[in-house]
């Protein structure tokens, strides 16, 4: 038994120790705006009445499922999907463009 805890503590140090190394590398938020026409785009896909189709029909969708079923719970993830998809894009922006 004291063989299997020692192999697991070996094994979660070793991935802690990857873990650390890996680390020094990531830099998130600082880039060279290589993408920054592509976030444009889906901002104002999304924003637009892309985004707002795709809600309605999320909302539909729950909305059916909902009555098919007899469940509310349908319509509370439709109503969840519509609200992710017209309100996501502006969190996300905020979320990325924060800063300290």
Same mark, same amino acid.
């Given at each position: 038994?004291?063989? /299997? ?22 830099? =998130? ?8 026409? !592509? ?14 189709? /795709? %809600?309605?029909? %999320?909302? %539909? ?13 349908? !319509?509370?993830?439709?109503? =969840? ?20």
């Amino acid at each position: 038994m004291s063989k /299997f805890i020692k192999a697991i503590g070996q094994r979660r140090l070793a991935v802690t120790v990857a873990a650390l190394a890996v680390t020094g590398a990531a830099v =998130a938020g600082t880039g060279s705006g290589d993408f920054d026409a !592509v976030t444009t785009r889906l901002q104002n896909w999304m924003q637009g009445s892309l985004g707002k189709t /795709f %809600a309605l029909g %999320a909302l %539909a969708v729950g909305l059916a499922i909902g009555v098919v079923k007899q469940s509310v719970m349908s !319509v509370v993830t439709g109503a =969840a999907v519509a609200l992710s998809a017209s309100i996501g894009p502006t969190v996300l922006t905020g979320i990325f463009t924060a800063t300290m």
